[in-house]
């Protein structure tokens, strides 16, 4: 039985592939739609999906408050493509009515790298995933336009900012999940429990 309970937001998106690579990478694996969900875990992921969706309905469940709270108060949190967006202080442009829960120090630009059909796959170095390169998925992928100084540039891809980490935020424009390589989230999973046996500080 694994020590670490971890969510997936699931109010859009490709929510049973994180379910599974999660539990591919030792965690126990939960889908959140509710608050009390949301407590009870120890980390959480951010799907893909389409970024203004999810944060319309993360309103509307009455979980985008929460979501912030436990972000700011350190609770480990994982973002891939619109989880990316969902994450960032700033989007250059966002959607009428589109809100983020914050919380990484950067700047990100939305389906940056194309649409649906210019969606791509490549290699990706990714510090702190040891191996060699991660296979990466960019289905209109956003990228970091920039990143701020409390924020750790862990990938790029043709010139561009494609994976980031600050503190117990971690971020990519690519989706790992939808791969069968589980060694992003399994870093994931080793910064919550490493989060989890620190204690409350």
Known sequence: MSDIVIGVLALQGDVREHLVALAAAGAVARPVRRPEELAEVDGLVLPGGESTTISKLAVLFGLMEPLRARVQGGMPVYGTCAGMILLADKILDPRSGQETVGGVDMIVRRNAFGRQNESFEAAVEVRGVEGGPVHGVFIRAPWVESAGAGAEVI??????????RQGNALATSFHPELTG???VHG??????RGYKAAGPL
């Not at 990938?155 to 980031?164: C, F, K, L, S």
């Not at 870093?187 to 919550?192: G, N, T, W």
């Open 155 to 164: 990938a790029e891809h043709d010139g561009h900012i494609v994976a980031v």
């Open 181 to 183: 390589d589980h060694r």
């Open 187 to 192: 870093l994931f999973v080793d910064m919550a």
